[in-house]
C-alpha cells in the first residue's frame, strides 16, 4: 500500500472579517450608517466572543491549527456577520426590498475582505464568493468580481425560503443568466446547510423545527436546479451541497426519476400532465452523476453509504472549521472512526483529490506540506476504541459514537 501521508483539503471551513475590518473594505458612502449600524449591535453566537472569533481571520492561529490537524487546502465559507447582517449569511435570510441595498453593501464588503484573507495564502485558499438573489443584474456583476478576483471556491448561491415570496425561485428561467455567468466563469456553486429555511422566529420551538428541517431546504435548492433543466442548458455547471452527507442522494434521485418518468409518460396517478411539454431530456439521475457533488463534513459511516451510486470522485471531505460541531481538534480520530476500513485509493480522493480537482488547488504545490503535517495509512487505519473518542467535542459524529444518536 502507498504510506505517503494524505492531502488533507477541507471542503467546509468558514471565515470573515471583524468589524473594524469590514469597515475598511465598505463603500466609503456607507460607513456612517454602518458605524450606527455597529453601535446598536449585538452578536447572537457566543461561541464568536473571546480569542475563539479570532480563528476567522488570524492568518497565524488558523494556519496553526490546520496544520496541526494534517489540513493543508481549505474552501472558505462566510462565518462572521458582515456589515448590516443580523447574523452570518449562511443562516440569514435573503434581504428584504428595503433592506436590499445595506446588505449588498455589506456582502460586497465582505468578498472584498475575502480576495486579500486568500491572497495570504493562495495555495491553501479557495474562497467562496457571496451574491444576493434580489437583483440578479447585480448579482452577474458579482459573480464578475468573484472572478476577477481569484475567488476560486466560486459562488455560494442564495437559496430562497418559501415565506420570501418577493423573490425569484431558483427554478425560475429568470436566473438563466446568473447560472450563464457562472458557468462562463468556470466557478463552482455552491450550498451550505443552513440556507433556505423558512423563518420560524425565535424560541426552543422554531429552533428545533429549523434543525428538523434544515436538510430538506438545503437540498431544495439541488431538486429545483435538476428538474428545472438548468444543467441540460448549462452543462458545465459544478454544484455542490456542503455539510449535507450523501446518503440520501440515492433515495432522492430514485424519487425525482419517477417523476421525471411520470411526466415523460404524460401523468402521475390522477394527475394529467399530457398536455404539457416536459423540460428534461434525460433523468435527473443523469445530470446528477455529471454536474453534481456533495460535501460530507465530519462524516460517519452512515453518512457516506451511497458512494457506490454517485461515485468516488463526487464526494468530498471537510472538517467544518472553527466550528464547534467540527472536528477540531479531534480531525485524525474522526478520520480514524470513520474512514479506517475504507481502501486507500478512495480515501484519498475524498480526503482531498476530490476538492483539488473541483476547486483548483495544486496538488504539486501542497503536497510537501501534506508529507510534512498530513496523517498516515497507519494512523488512519487504526481503530479508535470507545475510551478514546473524545467527550469534550461538539461534535455529531463522536456523540453518535458514543450515545447512537
Not at 54 to 65: G, Q
Amino acid at each position: 500500500m502507498n504510506q505517503e501521508p494524505y492531502l488533507l483539503i477541507t471542503a467546509d471551513t468558514h471565515a470573515g472579517g471583524n468589524h473594524a475590518q469590514y469597515r475598511e473594505y465598505l463603500d466609503p458612502a456607507y460607513r456612517e450608517r454602518f458605524d450606527e449600524w455597529r453601535g446598536g449591535y449585538r452578536n447572537p453566537s457566543q461561541e464568536h466572543y473571546g480569542s475563539r472569533k479570532m480563528r476567522n481571520w488570524d492568518l497565524a492561529i488558523r494556519t496553526r491549527d490546520q496544520n496541526s490537524q494534517g489540513v493543508v487546502g481549505e474552501v472558505v465559507f462566510p462565518n462572521t456577520v458582515p456589515p448590516f447582517f443580523k447574523k452570518s449569511v449562511v443562516t440569514a435570510q435573503p434581504p428584504t426590498p428595503d433592506h436590499y441595498e445595506l446588505a449588498l453593501a455589506g456582502i460586497r464588503a465582505h468578498n472584498r475582505w475575502l480576495k486579500d484573507f486568500c491572497a495570504e495564502d493562495p495555495d491553501r485558499r479557495a474562497g467562496i464568493g457571496l451574491i444576493l438573489p434580489n437583483d440578479l443584474d447585480e448579482a452577474v456583476k458579482d459573480i464578475e468580481y468573484i472572478a476577477e478576483a481569484g475567488l476560486r471556491g466560486g459562488v455560494l448561491l442564495p437559496l430562497i425560503p418559501p415565506d420570501c415570496t418577493w423573490l425569484t425561485p431558483l427554478y425560475d428561467p429568470a436566473w438563466d443568466r446568473v447560472l450563464a455567468a457562472i458557468q462562463d466563469h468556470d466557478l463552482v456553486i455552491n450550498q451550505h446547510s443552513g440556507q433556505g429555511s423558512p423563518d420560524y422566529g425565535s424560541g426552543p420551538v422554531p429552533e428545533a423545527l429549523w434543525i428538523s428541517e434544515v436538510t430538506f431546504y438545503c437540498q431544495a435548492g439541488w431538486r429545483h436546479l435538476l428538474m428545472s433543466g438548468a444543467y441540460e442548458k448549462f452543462p458545465r455547471l459544478r454544484h455542490i451541497l456542503t455539510e449535507s452527507g450523501c446518503a440520501w442522494v440515492g433515495p432522492a434521485l430514485q424519487q425525482l426519476d419517477r417523476i421525471h418518468m411520470g411526466f415523460k409518460a404524460g401523468g402521475i396517478g390522477e394527475m394529467n400532465y399530457g398536455d404539457m411539454e416536459w423540460v428534461l431530456k434525460e433523468p435527473p439521475s443523469a445530470y446528477a452523476a455529471r454536474n453534481c457533488y456533495y460535501g460530507a463534513s465530519f462524516p460517519s459511516a452512515a453518512d457516506l453509504k451511497g458512494i457506490d451510486t454517485i461515485g468516488e470522485g463526487h464526494v468530498l471531505w471537510g472538517n467544518d472549521y472553527p466550528h464547534r460541531e467540527g472536528t477540531f481538534p479531534y480531525n485524525t480520530e474522526s478520520l480514524r472512526l470513520t474512514f479506517g476500513g475504507m481502501p486507500d485509493a478512495r480515501r484519498r480522493r475524498i480526503l482531498g483529490l476530490n476538492a483539488a480537482d473541483l476547486y483548483g488547488f495544486d496538488v504539486d504545490r501542497l503536497m510537501p506540506l501534506a508529507r510534512e503535517h498530513g496523517p498516515t495509512p497507519a494512523q488512519v487505519e487504526t481503530p479508535l476504541p470507545r475510551d478514546e473518542i473524545p467527550r469534550d467535542s461538539g461534535c455529531y459524529l463522536f456523540a453518535s459514537a458514543l450515545y447512537g444518536t
